[in-house]
């Protein structure tokens, strides 16, 4: 068998997309394919509060580094990760950090309507207002922004048909 060229599937889409679901699902396809892999939800890397002079993406893009570093060490080639990519900045970034020769960024898509409610439901605490707001926002942002590869539906679909059909389309299983 060939080595694997070190590779990066970025999942973005606005937030209610499914980004968190279709990371795990897909993990759990590769990994009952025995396909070696990481998947990393990068906004679970800068989750905190942090002293005023920290910012917390500076944070969560060392926490990634070193997240990489120790993956790579046994032998990760292949890594997931799910963000709502906001430009070609930190896609670059991302691609940097792992050092991934090959990067495919799928968007989860689905109706304005169906990601607010996903957020509603999830988000119940104090913040619940400002995160269904912000979910017309991102989306506007993720439209212009158009750092997509390939594009996936996620609304009245599983995530496991969602998972499998990314993966397919990013060439990392067939079908």
Partial sequence: MEPVTKSLLIITGAMGAGKTAVLAE??????????????????ALALAHLPSVARNDDVMYRNLRSVCKNYASVGVQRFLMARAMEGRDELKLCRGIVSAADTVVCRLTGS??????RVKMRESGVLQQKYVAHVARLNMILDHARMEDFTVISENRSSTEVAHEMLVKAAWISS
Avoid at 26 to 43: E, K, V
Avoid at 112 to 117: C, G, P, S, Y
């Fill in 112 to 117: 304005l309507d169906v990601m607010q409610r």
């Fill in 26 to 43: 897909a993990s759990d396809i590769l990994a009952l394919r025995r396909i070696a892999h990481a998947a990393i939800d990068l906004d």
